[in-house]
């Protein structure tokens, strides 16, 4: 007998396992707003994604599991985006006045590193500009380009070597 009845919409899936949903996605997000958000997005992508197989299992356990990811994958990138305004702070709002040389430095570097980045394969540069100016994960990265996660590793990895060995010269003092 099949432990997953068919669901002929998506309300009827959303009446069937949507309390169950919820309450993990609150349990991991921590906030009434962001767990009905994740509910939300969850079955809307369960539902136009259409890769669920009943052989595998319950429905209920591949919306919870879907629940689960997608929550740490927001997790992750609210982390990233932290730590990315942090990196912006300081230099927005250093403690102390840079020199007019340091000011000088920091612009060149900066202009070497966009020359470096466009200097690179455009598949490349776009997994590295949404890591580092996004500050999304790679998986969060696959997933919005649609690209497995392989893929995007590579890409991140051939790309970081490439700016490696344009950038070799930089030297920064301590």
Known sequence: MDSSPNYNSLEELYEACGD?????????CRSN??????SHDVFLRFWQQ????????????????????????????RNNRWELVQRWSAQLFPAAVRSPHQAAEDDELALRV?????????NERQVLEMAYYEGLSQSAIGERLQVPL?????????????????????RSEP
């Open 20 to 28: 169950a949903v919820y309450r993990l996605a609150l349990r991991l």
């Open 33 to 38: 707003q962001e767990a009905e958000d994740l």
């Open 50 to 77: 259409g890769r669920y197989e009943p052989a595998r299992g319950p429905v209920l356990a591949y919306l919870l599991l879907m629940t689960r990811s997608m929550a740490l994958n927001r997790i992750h990138q």
């Open 114 to 122: 966009r020359r470096a980045l466009d200097s690179i394969p455009a």
């Open 150 to 170: 392989g893929t995007i590793k590579t890409r991140s990895r051939q790309g970081l070597i490439r700016l490696r060995a344009l950038l070799i010269d930089f």
